[in-house]
C-alpha cells in the first residue's frame, strides 16, 4: 500500500522568540527594543500572523493525510520522503533554504506578511491552503519547474541551491583560484578576489541582481525556468600574479565553470546558508553549473 501524503510544514523562529528566548519575558524584551527606539507590538504581531497563518494552514489539510513541522536550522537534518507536501509558511527566502533538500517533492508558498514579502516563492496566503493541496496531489496541477544551480568537488561532495552558490573565503579574506570556463579552450586565469557569485534565474530578483546592475546589466538576466545561469567574480584584484579579464558570464546547461583552490580553505554555500558549506582545500576543483533538479512550485 502507498503511504498517505505528508504535509511538511517549514517556518523558522520568528523575530519575537528569538528576543523572548534572549530577553527571558515578553517585558524584559520590550523594553530592551524601546530602549533602542522600537515597539515590540510591531514584532509581535508579525509573530502572531505567523502563527495564525499556521494554524490556518494545518487545519485545512484533508483528515487523512500525515503532517509534521520543521524549523529552518533543523532542515540539513529533516528527512524528507517522495510522498512529502511541502508548505513554506512565511518569507520568499524560506522557500530557497529548503528547495536544496528536495528531489521533486511540490512546494506551496504561503506569504504570512503580504507587502513586506515580495511574494516571488510564497505566492499565495493561508486561505489558499485547501485548493493548494488538491492542486499539489493532482497530476495536471499548476507547476512552476524553476531551474536550480549546483556545485560538485572533485571528492564528490555537491551543494544545490535555488538562488545563486557563493565560492569564496569564509569571512572578508582574500580567495585566491584559478579560474576557467570549459569550452573556452582551456583558458585559465588565476585570480584574487572577494569571491565568486553563480546564480538562478529566481536568484535574479535578489543578490545576483545587485551585482548585474552594479555591472552595467549588459547580461541578459535569465528567467526562473529558463536552463541558463550567470556568473560574477566579486572584486577581482589585479597584480602580476593574478587577472581581472573573466569575471563575468553566462552558463548554458551543458555548461561548467570550474575553479580550482589555491588558498589553504574556501567555501562554498547556497542561498546563505552559511551553516551548511562545502569546504574546500588547496589544489582541489569544484564544477559549477545548472543542476539536473528542479523546484516544483505550485502555482
Known amino acids: 500500500m502507498s503511504l498517505a501524503p505528508r504535509v511538511v510544514l517549514v517556518h523558522r523562529t520568528s523575530e519575537y522568540e ?6 527571558g519575558t515578553h517585558g524584559q524584551a520590550a523594553f530592551f527594543l524601546s530602549s533602542r527606539g522600537r515597539d515590540i507590538e510591531e514584532v509581535a504581531e508579525r509573530h502572531r500572523r505567523t502563527r495564525q497563518a499556521l494554524t490556518e494552514v494545518t487545519s485545512a489539510i484533508p483528515l487523512t493525510w500525515r503532517q509534521t513541522r520543521v524549523e529552518r536550522a533543523d532542515l540539513d537534518r529533516f528527512l524528507f520522503g517522495p510522498e512529502d507536501v511541502v508548505v513554506v509558511v512565511g518569507q520568499d527566502g524560506l ?3 529548503v528547495a536544496k533538500y528536495l528531489a521533486g517533492q511540490p512546494v506551496l508558498g504561503i506569504d504570512t506578511d503580504p507587502g ?3 511574494g516571488v516563492l510564497v505566492r499565495h496566503r493561508p486561505a489558499d491552503a485547501a485548493r493548494l493541496f488538491a492542486s499539489a496531489q493532482s497530476a495536471r496541477g499548476d507547476f512552476d519547474e524553476l531551474t536550480m544551480v549546483e556545485a560538485v568537488a572533485d571528492d564528490t561532495q555537491r551543494l544545490v541551491a535555488l538562488n545563486e552558490i557563493y565560492l569564496g573565503a569564509a569571512g572578508h579574506r582574500t580567495a585566491r583560484y584559478r ?7 582551456g583558458v585559465v586565469e588565476a585570480q584574487a578576489s572577494s569571491g565568486v557569485i553563480v546564480g538562478t534565474g529566481t536568484g535574479a530578483t535578489g543578490w545576483i541582481r545587485s551585482v548585474w546592475q552594479e555591472r552595467g546589466g549588459r547580461l541578459r538576466l535569465p528567467s526562473p525556468t529558463e536552463e541558463r545561469l550567470l556568473w560574477f567574480v566579486r572584486e577581482a584584484w589585479p597584480s602580476p600574479a ?14 561548467r565553470l570550474h575553479l580550482t583552490v589555491e588558498s589553504e580553505r574556501l567555501v562554498a554555500f547556497g542561498d ?3 551553516t551548511d558549506a562545502v569546504e574546500l582545500t588547496w589544489g582541489q576543483t569544484v564544477r559549477v553549473g545548472v543542476c539536473r533538479d528542479r523546484l516544483l512550485l505550485v502555482n
Open 18 to 23: 528569538e528576543l523572548v528566548a534572549r530577553h
Open 95 to 97: 522557500v530557497a533554504n
Open 116 to 118: 513586506r514579502n515580495p
Open 179 to 185: 579560474l576557467g570556463l570549459e569550452d573556452d579552450g
Open 242 to 255: 593574478t587577472g581581472t579579464s573573466l569575471v563575468a558570464g553566462e552558463l548554458a546547461a551543458a555548461t
Open 272 to 274: 546563505g546558508m552559511e
